[in-house]
């Protein structure tokens, strides 16, 4: 059973960057596609980005695309979101999450606790 720990939320301004990390721990990280939600407050969690299990296939919601970019590097059980020219919309608790079956992780694969981000205008 895989464990994900994120980091790298915090403020930033409007126009700003921000790379957020997670770790991954307790499994075989290939075998896990991986992906990035988020939940800004009063809002339900939606799908941010998603990467296949060897980083060679990423997908990312419309109001992203363009400004951040998903990785992943395997020898460091490690996937990333770089996060450019953010907005004060991006602001919320970003989540990673993993699935061995799904190409987007539902509610019942792993997640991990979750990292602020906000954006000030």
């Known amino acids: 059973q895989v464990q994900l720990v994120e980091s790298g939320g915090g403020l930033v301004q409007a126009g700003g960057s921000l790379r957020l990390s997670c770790v991954a721990s307790?499994?075989?990280?290939?075998?896990?596609?991986m992906a990035w939600f988020r939940q800004a407050p009063g809002k339900e969690r939606e799908f941010v980005a998603t990467?296949?299990?060897?980083?060679?296939?990423?997908y990312l919601t419309n109001s992203v695309k363009g400004r951040f970019t998903m990785s992943r590097i395997n020898a460091k059980n490690t996937v990333y979101l770089q996060m450019d020219s953010l907005k004060p919309e991006d602001t919320a608790v970003y989540y990673c999450?993993?699935?061995?079956?799904?190409?987007?992780?539902?509610?019942?694969?792993?997640w991990g606790q979750g990292t602020q981000v906000t954006v000030s205008s």
């Open positions: 990467i296949n299990w060897s980083g060679s296939t990423t």
């Open positions: 307790g499994g075989t990280f290939t075998d896990y596609n």
């Open positions: 999450a993993a699935s061995e079956s799904k190409v987007v992780p539902a509610e019942n694969d792993y």
